[in-house]
């Protein structure tokens, strides 16, 4: 289905890239994961069990609430819902999309299921380290909603061809003398990516639904979220570790 466009991504030495478009994203809720961080630091001052638990259980509540402004800014909230996906598996899915690393977070979760489902109090220290954890996590985050990553640019031409200007001048389809690339990535309103290409030549336009077709989506989305890693000196190492953007060992059909 992609194949043309996941061959293209594979070639990360030779991938120039430009953000196409950014934005603020707008916030859905009523209550901001910094309040709740807020809430969890007050609650903390009393030091006591009943104090322990409720900065716990705020700090999780700014957990959730970031991780569900990450989703809904980019596609994944309507999926996630239908799907009943729990706060491990949307941690894990960060994890993969290579935004923040699970270990720590997951840590956070399991005080929360001790407190809520075996009843078994966190110390101040776990609560401390809570709200330490997802500040970071917060903070993390932020540099991908502010501002949100709604498109992206990318392009393979031959290395031996002279400089000329950048896209946004020049028409690419009146430049392409030559056998090279262009991918052009854009995060819709309906919850899907629009990709549409032109390699050696030959033009594809095409749309992913988060819904429908989840892992096409979440590989065209790494792109998107990390195009500003591309032709750094560690991107090819980067990109091999995340789940979805690593190139199938066949051409999917």
């Given amino acids: 289905m992609l194949s043309e466009i996941t061959d293209f991504f594979a070639r990360l030495d030779e991938i120039n890239c430009w953000p196409d478009s950014t934005g603020v994203a707008n916030f859905p809720f009523q209550r901001t994961p910094s309040e709740f961080l807020e809430f969890a630091e007050n609650d903390l001052k009393k030091m006591d069990p009943q104090a322990t638990a409720n900065s716990l259980a705020n700090a999780k509540r700014a957990l959730d609430c970031q991780l569900d402004y990450f989703f809904q800014t980019y596609g994944l909230s309507t999926v996630s819902e239908k799907q009943r996906w729990s706060t491990s ?3 894990s899915l960060m994890d993969e999309l290579g935004v923040v690393p699970e270990r720590i977070l997951h840590k956070i979760n399991k005080a929360r299921n001790d407190l809520e489902h075996r009843y078994e109090l966190p110390n101040i220290m776990t609560a401390e380290n809570s709200i330490d954890i997802v500040g970071i ?22 290395k031996t061809e ?9 028409k690419l389809s009146d430049l392409l003398k030559i056998p090279s690339a262009e991918v052009h990535l854009d995060l819709l309103q309906n919850d899907a990516i629009g990709a549409s290409a032109k390699i050696n030549g030959i033009a594809i336009d095409h749309q992913v639904s988060s819904e429908n077709e989840l892992n096409d989506y979440l590989y065209l989305l790494t792109y998107i979220l990390h195009s500003n890693r591309i032709n750094t000196p560690n991107s090819t190492k980067f990109f091999l570790k995340l789940k979805y953007a690593k190139p199938p060992s066949e051409p999917k059909g």
Wanted: no cysteine; aromatic share 18%; charged share 30%.
């Fill in 89 to 91: 598996k949307k941690i």
């Fill in 162 to 170: 002279t400089p000329r200007e950048e896209p946004k001048s020049i």
């Fill in 137 to 158: 996590f917060i903070a993390a985050t932020d540099l991908y909603l502010f501002p949100a990553r709604y498109g992206t640019y990318f392009e393979i031409r031959d």
